[in-house]
């Protein structure tokens, strides 16, 4: 099973849901953005991903900046408050399988939790391809 934790308006989270689903599985999809977030579930999520809420603070298009959230001597502990009233803090997608929970940013980084890749070619909305022809990696 993978859970995405998905923004629709965001191209980076659509590249990585319609990566899952051309690798044949059928993700669970969280709106976080209408769904929320509660403090566990960030806490295990970031501490399967290794991160800390500084490293998943969505800077831009968010209101990270504007509530004094990336001054140097802010805690992470404040950083996490503010994602729990202000969803769209956490960067996304966010995504969990089997093989690991990461963020997936860029998009072929979600690449090595699934079972098998897609076939190729594919490509990111913005047309950069991801898979070759021959489904190889492209860096």
């Known amino acids: 099973m993978i859970v995405i934790h998905h923004n629709p308006d965001c191209g980076t989270s659509r590249n990585v849901l319609q990566i899952i689903r051309k690798s044949g599985a059928e993700p669970i999809v969280i709106d976080y953005l209408t769904t929320g977030w509660t403090r ?44 729990l009233k202000h969803p769209v803090l956490v960067n996304r997608p966010i995504v969990a399988s089997p093989k690991g929970v990461r963020l997936c940013r860029p998009s072929e980084t979600v690449l090595p939790l699934l079972d098998q890749l897609p076939p190729g070619p594919l490509y990111k909305e913005d047309g950069a391809m991801i898979l070759n022809e021959s489904g190889d990696i492209v860096d």
């Open 40 to 83: 566990p579930q960030l806490l295990a999520l970031f501490a399967a991903a290794d991160l800390t809420p500084r490293q998943a603070l969505r800077t831009s298009k968010s209101p990270a900046v504007e509530l004094g959230l990336t001054d140097d001597g802010i805690s992470d502990d404040t950083i996490l408050d503010a994602m």
